[in-house]
């Protein structure tokens, strides 16, 4: 178990150029739980985690990961033995053959575990005797799973780990998402699919041109984000309704459609203190949410 | 017990999930001394973060549904207090059922019962919760 935050980010930021691929970001991710990085593509969700493992330098700002600053290579060097990373594009040896590759893997972690290897070898049906090169997409995803499943890391982190997965292989590696969690291992993966997300996360961040929008607990984006539908006897002022958490207000004749990440009581009650004649709350899903702060940014 | 969640509604897991066990509780699905899954295999079985599972058995232990006992998991103790909750919880929905019955005659459709019923539980819920 951990204590405090396994990855903190402060100011951290990225610029090729004039484009900050990340800006300012100040993340603060939490020991024992899943969290999930949403983002469009190109939202900044890789650079951040290629910033975080030290494969590229920030531009300014700071980071650390499992209390070890990122840049101080001694650290860093400790900490990346306790961190599994699927990258996104499954860097493999493609000369090796599945077997050959496990084998070489297993060698530089002594917290391997050949027994979980073997049963995500069937479980996954890879062949162990075909050469990585001519594995499909799919098969490649799963052998790069299996290389970090089969450790016992404290922090996985996971780059678009469901890209080129088919929905039985989805499933399977949201089962795993979910076994590591329940070992203690603190499992932090980025994603476009908001349908994976939505079910496994505890916690989600999400991220758009570089800029962390969201950083919340599913529980509470779901407790509180909601749309109300009004409907007034004459035309209402939008102005009535200004208040703090209320995101977006569309305004049509006598209807008011109100987007709020939270007060949504205070938006009612004020309501009918206007007299509405119908007052309608829906819940909104995680896919509005993100596409009404994507849309904001 | 068989449990199907909903991860698009606008209700945390959590409360699905301890809505489900109570349901099971009050249908006698779930009787008392029965033992409910390991954190671990229900977070599996429902592909949710065993956190879910945690808060949901802890929020139902608080309320005194379930037991957790130190090495051995978790279990239903359905007292008289639980069942006399069946018995108000099956009044009520007679009520609502007749209610959605009356509204139902009115020309209502069921998606706008639904949101009507949102809207007037957000509105009394501070009310509720103070007294």
Redesign the interface.
């Known amino acids: 178990m951990i204590d405090g935050p396994v990855i903190q980010t402060r100011s951290l930021t990225k610029s090729y150029g004039r484009l900050d691929a990340v800006r300012d970001l100040d993340l603060s991710v939490g020991a ?3 969290t999930a990085f949403l983002g469009r593509n190109g939202a900044g969700k890789s650079t951040t985690i290629k910033l975080l493992l030290g494969m590229i330098h920030a531009t300014s700002g700071d980071a650390s990961v499992l209390g070890a600053r990122i840049g101080e290579s001694k650290e860093s060097r400790e900490m990346l033995r306790r961190v599994a990373y699927v990258a996104e594009n499954k860097p493999l040896y493609p000369y090796m053959t599945v077997a050959q590759m496990i084998r070489f893997v297993s060698s530089f972690y002594p917290d391997w575990r050949p027994d979980a290897a073997e049963r995500l070898m069937k479980e996954y049906e890879l062949p162990a005797d075909r050469k990585v090169k001519s594995l499909s997409k799919g098969m490649r995803t799963k052998l790069a799973l299996l290389l970090a499943f089969a450790r016992r890391p404290d922090l996985l982190i996971l780059d678009e780990p469901s890209e080129g997965l088919d929905p039985v292989g989805i ?1 399977h590696l ?2 795993h998402l ?2 590591q ?2 070992d203690g291992i603190s499992v932090f993966f980025s994603s476009h699919q908001i ?1 994976e997300v ?5 916690h989600v961040c999400i991220l758009d041109k570089g800029r962390l929008l969201v950083d919340a607990s ?2 509470d984006l ?2 509180s ?2 749309r109300i539908d009004l409907v007034f006897p004459s035309i209402p002022l939008e102005h009535e309704f200004r208040m703090a958490g209320v995101e977006r207000i569309e305004t049509s004749g006598r209807q008011i459609r109100i987007f709020s990440s939270r007060n ?2 205070t938006v ?2 004020r309501a ?1 203190e206007l007299n509405a004649v119908s ?9 509005d949410i993100f596409l009404e702060t994507v849309r904001e940014n | 017990m068989l449990l199907r969640l909903n991860p698009v509604a606008g209700q945390p897991i959590y409360l699905q999930l301890m809505q489900q066990i109570r349901h099971a509780a009050e249908t006698g699905a779930l009787k008392d001394g029965d033992q409910l899954p390991s954190v671990r295999s229900l977070a599996e079985k429902l592909v949710v973060s065993p956190n879910t599972v945690v808060k949901a058995y802890s929020e139902l232990e608080h309320e005194g549904l379930i037991e957790l006992r130190q090495g051995s998991g978790a279990f239903a103790t359905l007292k008289r207090r639980t069942r006399s909750l069946t018995d108000h919880m099956q009044a009520a929905r007679r009520r609502i059922r007749d209610l959605i019955e009356r509204l139902h005659d009115d020309g209502l459709l069921d998606d706008e019962i639904r949101r009507a019923f949102e809207a007037e539980l957000l509105h009394t819920a501070e009310s509720v919760a103070r007294r």
């Open positions: 024992n739980r899943i499933e949201l089962q979910v076994a969690s329940a349908a939505e079910r496994i996360a505890d599913l529980d779901r407790e984000y909601r949504s009581r009612v009650q009918y007052v309608e709350v829906t819940p909104v899903a995680l896919r």
